[in-house]
């Protein structure tokens, strides 16, 4: 939804002004953010490039903080750390120079995540006893309406870092606080990341919701179009997702076992077929969507045929490819194929 609002606007700011109009780079830098959501790394930072200096100048704090964040996490992507790190430490150093905490408060609670996802405990400590510090710039007059939005990310980060040094009942305790203030300021991005972060803690302690919890954040997401949300969040939240695809990818061969042994007993006619498919863990529209995505047809192609809109068609892609655990439309046929979900 942001990406077909947003990306229109830009289009006509640039064609009017330029590729570096003011109001062209703040529209970039949202869009650049929408676009990283949907794991598209390249095209966000198509999007951002020779712009950074004027969305800084335009002086709007969250379009500087939206515009470092996606640089940042797009150089992490692409297994550049130092690169991401420095994006980091020059969103801290710029808030800084301006008086702006809510930016010194991302850019440290960023950094103390991606040290104490790699368990380096000392530096992430470190980091967060300068958060802890940034406290009472939130108890200022002027900055007070921001308090919750500190609690969070600190709470946040906490997290994380107790979950380093696997202190597992202090990292529970974070996420509690953290959950609470993401509930408070409706963030709804914050709130999947902390279910996320409760189905690993849920996994940690062998509890029994650890993959109902994870199945309901990817879930969400899915919907949200928040494609980047399980390796954004934690490595081991991939790990489960795919030890949960497994079993499915075993009821896929069981199915196509089924269609095999049906067709050699009593050969299926080509509309009978589908039907045989749809015992497997994909639902029917899903199979019906792979169906037609075997034979070619684009999205707006297979939306008139199942007579559902273009976004609709899209969900059902993204769970197809979270049950073949598949990253795109071609891998997702090949995959099928070698299921026998659809034809060679």
């Known amino acids: 939804q942001a990406e077909e609002i947003v990306r229109p606007a830009l289009n006509e700011e640039e064609r009017l ?11 970039a830098a949202v869009l650049a953010a929408a676009l990283l959501e949907r794991d598209q790394p390249a095209a966000a930072q198509a999007v ?16 500087i903080l939206v515009a470092y964040r996606t640089l940042a996490n797009i150089a992490f992507i ?14 801290g150093a710029l808030a800084e ?8 408060l991302y850019s440290l609670a960023e950094q103390v995540r991606v040290h104490a996802l790699r368990s380096r405990n ?5 980091l967060l006893k300068r958060l802890d ?3 009472v710039e939130f108890e200022k007059q002027e900055f007070r309406p921001y308090m919750p939005q500190y609690r969070l990310a600190a709470a946040i980060a906490r997290t994380y870092d107790a979950m380093a040094r696997k202190d597992h009942e202090a990292a529970e305790r974070h996420l509690a606080i953290a959950s609470e203030f993401a509930s408070q300021l409706n963030r709804k991005r914050d709130q999947l990341a902390i279910t996320v972060l409760k189905a690993v803690m849920a996994r940690k302690r062998n509890a029994g919701e650890a993959a109902a919890l994870l199945a309901e954040a990817t879930s969400l997401a899915n919907i949200g179009g928040c494609t980047r949300l399980l390796a954004d969040t934690h490595p081991s939240a991939v790990q489960m997702a795919d030890g949960m695809v497994a079993p499915a990818t075993t009821q896929m061969r069981a199915a196509a076992k089924a269609v095999d042994e049906s ?35 684009s999205n707006k192609s297979i939306a008139r045929v199942m007579e559902i809109s273009d976004e609709t068609v899209k969900w059902h892609l993204k769970n197809v490819f979270l049950k073949l655990s598949t990253g795109s439309r071609k ?14």
């Open 17 to 27: 002004g330029g590729r570096r109009s003011m109001v062209a780079c703040l529209h």
């Open 48 to 63: 951002l490039a020779n712009r950074l200096d004027v969305i800084e100048r335009t002086g709007f704090p969250d379009t």
């Open 78 to 91: 692409q297994g550049d750390e130092r690169h991401g790190l420095n994006f980091l430490l020059s969103l």
């Open 97 to 104: 120079r301006r008086r702006l905490p809510r930016l010194a």
């Open 122 to 126: 000392e530096t992430a400590g470190r």
């Open 133 to 135: 510090e940034l406290e």
């Open 263 to 297: 067709q050699h007993a009593s050969p299926a006619s080509p509309v009978d077929r589908p039907a045989l498919m749809r015992s497997g863990p994909l639902t029917p529209k899903e199979a019906q969507v792979l169906q037609l995505l075997d034979q070619g047809m």
């Open 331 to 344: 891998h997702a046929v090949d995959r099928a194929r070698l299921l026998g979900l659809v034809g060679s």
